[in-house]
């Protein structure tokens, strides 16, 4: 897997601002899944050997669900040999996916986020342009089909990455989008290789997130746009949440800024023009369990009686949009 990984991403990074990384990916990359093996690692690779192979007659980007499908219908076989393999990989986080006929409805409707922020953004077309935190790829399928040159996604989870090849193996193992199973701070420090980069959800993961800001600012060339999506909480400048412990029961969950602080901070950190483009508190048809994605979801999170605060009785999920120029 490693050497298929890498000969794609060779072939991809040669010729682009992306050169740099090359001296250290491939130590990278072996680190991370040979030398620290995830126990289910076998399983997932079992699953994906088991999909059947077929021939996407069309692939649409575009729309609410990646979809490929082919003009004959699937066989039995081949439709319960898909379904049992794409099961295999569960849970489904970020989609939704429609794969000849097999519908992957995931736990977050991820094109609600992008249709949020779409008509927000410079138009991707030519561009290059970095996911941090793709998790399986879904916003990345939609990037390209807005028509980025080439989106590279880092993200640190296995099973995401073994999602997204399930998908890309159906869309054209050919398209210029890869995922690294890696963490932005992998990412070489001032690569100035990217036209956009996109945070979403990533940064009150962070420990440190003005690091995490200066990071972004680094990966982007001059001039380029960042696209930030994080929680915030309602408040003046100055004001920030930090969760005694869980978060919506998240445990890794760090800073909630108002949404002028997060701007001084995007200041701060080298950025200019930062501007909050969209606003909306999370509801449970966006995020929700479903046959894919099995597991407690937003509104087992959130106080029962009053869905304006979680479960430990903080402001409820409400996440900003903001666009800023490195
Ligand atoms: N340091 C890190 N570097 C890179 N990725 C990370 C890091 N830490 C966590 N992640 C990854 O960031 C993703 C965050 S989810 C947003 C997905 C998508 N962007 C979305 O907007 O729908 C939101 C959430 O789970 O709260 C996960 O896939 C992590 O593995």
Redesign the pocket.
């Known amino acids: 897997m490693i050497a298929t990984l890498y000969d794609d991403l060779f072939e991809a990074m040669v010729d682009t601002r992306l050169e740099p990384w090359l001296n250290t990916l491939r130590d990278q990359l072996h680190e991370v899944l040979i030398n620290t093996p995830h126990g289910d690692m076998t399983r997932w690779q079992g699953a994906l050997s088991k999909l059947p192979p077929l021939n996407a007659d069309t692939v649409d980007l575009e729309t609410r669900a990646v979809k490929v499908s082919s003009e004959e219908p699937l066989s039995d076989e081949a439709s319960q040999q898909l379904r049992y393999a794409l099961k295999a990989l569960c849970p489904w986080?970020?989609g939704p996916f429609d794969l000849f006929g097999e519908y992957i409805d995931t736990e977050?409707r991820?094109d609600w986020?992008w249709d949020r922020l779409i008509s927000h953004i410079s138009p991707l077309s030519g561009r290059q342009v970095l996911?941090?935190?793709?998790?399986s790829g879904?916003?990345m399928w939609r990037m390209l089909g807005a028509g980025a040159s080439r989106v590279l996604g880092?993200?640190?989870?296995r099973l995401?990455l073994m999602q997204f090849e399930a998908v890309k193996k159906y869309i054209g193992r050919d398209q210029p989008v890869h995922l690294l199973p890696?963490?932005?701070?992998?990412v070489p420090p001032r690569l100035r290789a990217f036209d956009t980069v996109?945070?979403?959800?990533?940064l009150?993961?962070?420990k440190s997130p003005i690091e995490?800001l200066q990071e972004l600012h680094g990966a982007l060339r001059a001039g380029g746009e960042l696209v930030l999506?994080t929680l915030v909480i309602d408040g003046e400048l100055g004001e920030v949440l930090m969760p005694e412990d869980r978060y919506a029961m998240?445990r890794?969950?760090w800073f909630l800024p108002s949404p002028d602080t997060l701007l001084l901070w995007l200041r701060r950190s080298g950025f200019r023009n930062a501007c909050v483009v969209d606003m909306n508190r999370t509801t449970a048809d966006e995020q929700r369990t479903t046959e894919w994605m099995g597991f407690n979801s937003l509104k087992d999170f959130l106080d029962p009686n009053d869905h304006l605060k979680t479960v430990e009785g903080l402001p409820a999920p409400l996440r900003a949009v903001v666009v800023a120029e490195a």
């Open positions: 986080r970020k977050w991820s986020k996911d941090v935190g793709c998790g879904y916003h880092v993200d640190p989870s995401f890696l963490k932005m701070e992998d996109f945070s979403m959800g990533v009150y993961h962070r995490h999506e998240m890794n969950v």
